[in-house]
Each structure stands twice: as structure tokens, then as C-alpha cells.
């Protein structure tokens, strides 16, 4: 371990911030170590996010959750088409949009609006030339890079473990997914789970 001042320590605090190491990344052969040295992290996120939802209810008898579970695969089913349907309009409504830059429809029923989210980047590539050195550095943060920390890992001896302490679940969701809802999507995309 490199001796730091303590400046350099609260500097090194400041701008460290957990990565999220990607499933696709965690499920190579090479990495399979990282799974197993999760396990610890997942469990007690799960466990927390358990005692969350204990304060949303009852626990239920087993002929009342299944009666739910039933009422909920309903609801779904009546939605799937729906949601179908909404998005057949939507995409019809988007490709006038795409010819005319249209942002408000005004119907009977009220406005349906056209909206836009993006995110906005700046290109560093860009930008890194044209400033001096100094200012660079002091716009820009080193930030964990997963891949080769695993990378890493493979090479030196006891980094394993040491990564393993530093495992941490993070923006932990818990969904209730019915039969029917999983076929509703149109879209073959894997979500990151974990």
C-alpha cells in the first residue's frame, strides 16, 4: 500500500466512486471468481431490500397469494394487448412527427404530446488539445475501469480477495413479474439483472 498524506487521501475519497461491473463482464469464464466473491454483497442487499418490503404488509397465507398472483396474471393479460396497441400508435404518430416536427397533437380526448429526452455529452477528444495541461487534469477524474481490474486480477496474486471485500450491490430493484408480461415485450434485450 502507497503512503499517502492525508490530503491526498481525502482527494482520492472525494473523487472515488463505486463502478457497476457489467452482468455481460461478470459472466465471462475468466471472471467466474467474481460471481462467487459476490455472493456476500448480494445476499445482504436482498436482505435489506426484504425488510424494506415487510413494512408494505402482511405475510399471506398460500391460497391468498396465489388468489393475487391469479388477479395479477389477469390484469396483465388485459394489458398486454393494450400495450401493443399503444405502441403500434405511438410509432404512427412518431413517423408523422419525423415528416413534420410536430410537438402537440390537439384532439377531443386533450394534447398528446411529442417529447424528447436525450443526454448531452462533450467529446474529450476534442476538447484535451485545446486547453493546457494543468486545466485538463483539473477537469478530469481517473475513474475505475472493471474490465481491467479483472483483468488485473488474473495477473496478481491476492488482488482477488481484496476486490471481493470491495463488492457493493447497488440501486437494488425487486419486480413482480407475471406469465404473461414476459412475453408482452417485443424486444429480445436481456436486462442486467443484479
Same mark, same amino acid.
Given at each position: 500500500? !502507497?503512503?499517502?498524506?492525508?490530503?491526498? *487521501? /481525502? +482527494?482520492?475519497? %472525494? #473523487?472515488?466512486?463505486?463502478?457497476?461491473?457489467?452482468?455481460? $463482464?461478470?459472466?465471462?469464464?475468466?471472471?467466474?471468481?467474481?460471481?462467487?466473491?459476490?455472493?456476500?454483497?448480494?445476499?445482504?442487499?436482498?436482505?435489506?431490500?426484504?425488510?424494506?418490503?415487510?413494512?408494505?404488509?402482511?405475510?399471506?397465507?398460500?391460497?391468498?397469494?396465489?388468489?393475487?398472483?391469479?388477479?395479477?396474471?389477469?390484469?396483465?393479460?388485459? !394489458?398486454?394487448p393494450l400495450l401493443i396497441? *399503444? /405502441? +403500434?400508435?405511438? %410509432? #404512427?404518430?412518431?413517423?408523422?412527427?419525423?415528416?413534420?416536427? $410536430?410537438?402537440?397533437?390537439?384532439?377531443?380526448?386533450?394534447?398528446?404530446?411529442?417529447?424528447?429526452?436525450?443526454?448531452?455529452?462533450?467529446?474529450?477528444?476534442?476538447?484535451?488539445?485545446?486547453?493546457?495541461?494543468?486545466?485538463?487534469?483539473?477537469?478530469?477524474?481517473?475513474?475505475?475501469?472493471?474490465?481491467?481490474?479483472?483483468?488485473?486480477?488474473?495477473?496478481?496474486?491476492?488482488?482477488?480477495?481484496?476486490?471481493?471485500s470491495a463488492i457493493?450491490?447497488?440501486?437494488?430493484?425487486?419486480?413482480?413479474?407475471?406469465?404473461?408480461?414476459?412475453?408482452?415485450?417485443?424486444?429480445?434485450?436481456?436486462?442486467?439483472?443484479?
Amino acid at each position: 500500500m !502507497l503512503d499517502r498524506t492525508p490530503s491526498q *487521501k /481525502e +482527494e482520492i475519497e %472525494a #473523487r472515488a466512486k463505486p463502478v457497476t461491473v457489467e452482468s455481460k $463482464l461478470r459472466r465471462a469464464a475468466a471472471h467466474s471468481w467474481f460471481e462467487s466473491a459476490a455472493a456476500k454483497a448480494k445476499a445482504a442487499a436482498i436482505e435489506k431490500k426484504r425488510q424494506e418490503k415487510k413494512k408494505g404488509g402482511p405475510k399471506l397465507p398460500p391460497d391468498k397469494l396465489a388468489a393475487l398472483a391469479d388477479e395479477l396474471e389477469e390484469v396483465q393479460r388485459q !394489458l398486454n394487448p393494450l400495450l401493443i396497441k *399503444k /405502441e +403500434e400508435l405511438s %410509432a #404512427r404518430i412518431l413517423a408523422h412527427w419525423g415528416y413534420t416536427g $410536430l410537438e402537440e397533437i390537439e384532439s377531443s380526448l386533450g394534447k398528446t404530446r411529442i417529447t424528447a429526452s436525450m443526454s448531452l455529452c462533450v467529446d474529450p477528444a476534442i476538447i484535451e488539445g485545446q486547453v493546457s495541461e494543468h486545466h485538463w487534469r483539473s477537469v478530469t477524474r481517473r475513474i475505475l475501469q472493471p474490465t481491467l481490474l479483472l483483468a488485473l486480477a488474473l495477473k496478481r496474486d491476492g488482488l482477488m480477495p481484496l476486490i471481493g471485500s470491495a463488492i457493493t450491490a447497488t440501486n437494488v430493484k425487486v419486480a413482480v413479474v407475471p406469465p404473461s408480461s414476459r412475453t408482452a415485450k417485443k424486444s429480445g434485450k436481456e436486462e442486467d439483472e443484479e
